[in-house]
């Protein structure tokens, strides 16, 4: 990876920055995203081999939200952090759902796939980041997948559609809604709202979907200033026996 590049784009009036090729150099992909002074390192590493008997993609997502990140330290007896919260375990399966069909059917190598929450400033929630940092650090890689994807966090208040809003805004926000997708298609969607409409529902779709493209299309001509990131990996994890194939 080149050293320090850095991009930025806007979301919802909201800036978000991508920066690769100072941390985590040792990964196959990693990159720092920040929104006002949260901000997010995710790597990713993949072997170059199937592991015998796998015909699977084992794929691990892992988010963490370490107290240091707020300027903290854990309470009790040890002063350490033991097992993910609830929260960090459904973060995890948020960006999980809408990676893993994403990846080659055939590809069956181990990945795994780490976000860390490095600060967090109070404001911005940094849960609707992480899907937009997983895909991102598999852009810069050369990884095979068949994205990019991202999530944005859909809420509304006064009956105005907000883009990833602060925490603030969603507490007297009467939707909130996580939807990841890709260029073409929404693939997953989790949320909860105060009875709302098909018609507004349709709408909150478009809407994240246009900063959802916009978001794919950034990650594009970010990996095409990576030289490393290109061409993707060649792979055979798959044997197949045309003969028994073509007798069924």
């Known amino acids: 990876m080149n050293l320090g590049i850095r991009r930025s784009i806007i979301t919802g009036g909201k800036e978000i920055s991508v920066e690769t090729g100072k941390l985590a150099k040792q990964a196959d992909g990693s990159v720092v995203v920040r929104m006002g002074d949260t901000m997010l390192l995710a790597t990713i590493v993949s072997s170059q081999d199937a592991k015998e008997g796998v015909d699977f993609l084992p794929l691990t997502v892992d988010y963490r939200e370490k107290y240091s990140a707020a300027g903290r330290f854990p309470g009790g007896f040890f002063r350490r952090e033991a097992r993910p919260s609830e929260t960090e375990i459904l973060v995890m399966r948020l960006v999980d759902r809408a990676l893993r069909p994403l990846f080659p059917d055939d590809y069956h190598a181990e990945v795994q796939l780490m976000i860390q929450l490095m600060s ?17 650090a598999i852009a810069v890689s050369d990884i095979p997948f068949n994205g990019p994807m991202s999530e944005v966090r859909v809420g509304r208040v006064d009956g105005e559609y907000i883009l990833n809003p602060t925490m603030a805004e969603m507490a007297i926000s009467d939707i909130d809604i996580v939807i990841a997708g890709t260029m073409k298609d929404i693939n997953m969607l989790e949320g909860e709202m105060q009875e709302i409409s098909e018609e507004e529902l349709i709408e909150v779709f478009k809407i994240a979907h246009v900063a959802i493209k916009e978001q794919c299309q950034f990650q594009l001509d970010l990996a095409a200033e990576i030289p490393s990131s290109q061409p993707k990996r060649t792979y055979s994890h798959e044997s197949h026996d045309e003969a028994v194939k073509a007798r069924v």
Not at 120 to 136: E, V
């Open 120 to 136: 967090y400033d109070g404001i911005h929630n940094p849960d609707a980041l992480c899907g937009f940092a997983a895909s991102a």
